[in-house]
T-cell receptor
Framework: QKEVEQDPGPLSVPEGAIVSLNCTYSNSAFQYFMWYRQYSRKGPELLMYTYSSGNKEDGRFTAQVDKSSKYISLFIRDSQPSDSATYLCAMSAPGKTGANNLFFGTGTRLTVIP | NAGVTQTPKFQVLKTGQSMTLQCAQDMNHEYMSWYRQDPGMGLRLIHYSVGAGITDQGEVPNGYNVSRSTTEDFPLRLLSAAPSQTSVYFC?????????????FGPGTRLTVL
């Protein structure tokens, strides 16, 4: 069983819809929770990160973490065609050297239809 | 400021050949890492480094070697390429080793092993 599980989709929504993306995890040592966005044939780029349970908002994006349920979510309001990309959840935990390494979900491919 | 650069963009190898994937960053980042991205598997950590002369294994290190002689460069060596190493390889770097330090990704190298 992977430490981070993410529904791969694909997910297709009309422009203006609210999108909900989710991940579950099994490792209680995960401390930071991130969402990356990856456009086709490009490297991932950080969208948002959170440290504790609760919500964090940035424009049309809201990240939610529930550590008791080991569940994180990303909500996109008023989705736009430019949001079409693969969204990867990621979580970090200290490795042997103390450095925080990232563990990724498989990614959810989102298409927003104009 | 070029960020994280990777060469080559594409490479085709025959089974048993060796090669080096190059990665460089010009942000004076302490932490550098290599990931491979495969369909249905997400991004998986191969090796990482917390500074010049210090490297450690990630989740899937077998068949790969790394070294870090300078802060800027972190090459990934395939010793004897196998078809199972067909993948997209991403290099990333971050200022520090805390989970809150954003990792910046390069554009990727697409490798095919025949």
């Amino acid at each position: 069983q992977k430490e981070v599980e993410q529904d791969p989709g694909p997910l297709s929504v009309p422009e203006g819809a609210i999108v909900s993306l989710n991940c579950t995890y099994s490792n209680s040592a995960f401390q930071y929770f991130m969402w990356y966005r990856q456009y086709s044939r490009k490297g991932p780029e950080l969208l948002m990160y959170t440290y504790s349970s609760g919500n964090k908002e940035d424009g049309r994006f809201t990240a939610q973490v529930d550590k008791s349920s080991k569940y994180i979510s990303l909500f996109i309001r008023d989705s736009q065609p430019s949001d079409s990309a693969t969204y990867l959840c990621a979580m970090s935990a200290p490795g042997k050297t103390g450095a925080n390494n990232l563990f990724f979900g498989t990614g959810t491919r989102l298409t927003v239809i104009p | 400021n070029a960020g994280v650069t990777q060469t080559p963009k594409f490479q085709v190898l025959k089974t048993g050949q060796s090669m080096t994937l190059q990665c460089a960053q010009d942000m004076n980042h302490e932490y550098m890492s290599w990931y491979r991205q495969d369909p249905g598997m997400g991004l998986r950590l191969i090796h990482y480094s917390v500074g010049a002369g210090i490297t450690d294994q990630g989740e899937v290190p077998n068949g790969y070697n790394v070294s870090r002689s300078t802060t800027e460069d972190f090459p990934l060596r395939l010793l004897s390429a196998a078809p199972s190493q067909t993948s997209v390889y991403f290099c990333a770097s971050s200022r520090g080793t805390s989970g809150r330090d954003e990792q910046f990704f390069g554009p990727g190298t697409r490798l095919t092993v025949l």
